[in-house]
């Protein structure tokens, strides 16, 4: 099974090195041709990997004729797959692996869902899990979801995607493997606002308890199972994503807390995730008020006090 990557952000090139350490051929697309040139000449990741040198049989090009492949991992921002699969349409009817974690802003579509309405001739799938792209592209051990509807296929591709240091589990729960990986961000940018105002660690484990519950009541709702978010793409990312400065969401978190500005440079999906969730959970009358919170952190439109206020004057209820 030939892989090729599309986008070669941080993790989109992590995964090509983890990958091609086994010796297997792959391809890495970047969409500007002199950063692609720039890669396959240095042989690294200069502005998101740097220090990490690409094996052998790793590709770098911006031709996207050259990067078709049996399995096509989509690397690239969740907000911007719609705009890649309708603009490249050589990717139509294959096998296309989601690599993102999110929530379309117009539509509330996550990735595989976004997939599907791009692309009804599709075989879409999802990778999540906890995963930071420094940790994969070092080679240290890591674990993923690998969400997929015809089983059969999942196990190929399971087999496919599996290196010395990335251990693939399978799914057939594409909407609870999208969710846990959309929905943590937001949690993630909460637990960081906490930290940041120096609520303490009980606050941020009483954010990352209740708000496991919100996106177990969030992904039940829209037909997920419960043991896929008590697995790696919900509990697992969730854990990693709350507590680690090298999630962006929760550093975003941080800076809101202390109030200080963040690089408008770096790509946080929980905030517009953070949107999406809130509009569709309303729709649907789903209590979720640690989004809530989130949201109007985010819009500058209540205060670190304000939000905490909102959250521990809510009504005593059974847990």
Known sequence: MSISIIGAGAFGTALAISL???????TLWARDADQANDM???????????GVTFPNSVTVTSDISSALADTLLLAVPMQKMRALLTNTPELNGRLLVACCKGVELDTQLGPVGVIRDCDPLATPAILTGPSFAADIARGLPTALTLAIDDDTLGQSLQQALTTPNLRIYRTRDTIGAELGGALKNV?????????GAKLG????????TRGYAEMQRMAQALGAQPDTLAG????????LTCTSDQSRNYRFGLSLGRGEAFDPSITVEGAATARAVRARAKHMHIDMPITDAVVGLIAGKLQIAQAMEMLLSRPPKEE
């Open 40 to 50: 396959q000449t240095r042989r690294e990741n200069i502005a998101r990997l740097p």
């Open 201 to 208: 660690e009980s606050a941020r484990a009483a954010l990352m």
């Open 20 to 26: 091609a350490r086994t010796g297997v051929p792959v």
């Open 187 to 195: 949690m993630a940018i909460a637990c960081g606002a906490a930290i």
């Open 232 to 239: 790696l793409s919900g509990f697992g990312d969730l854990t």
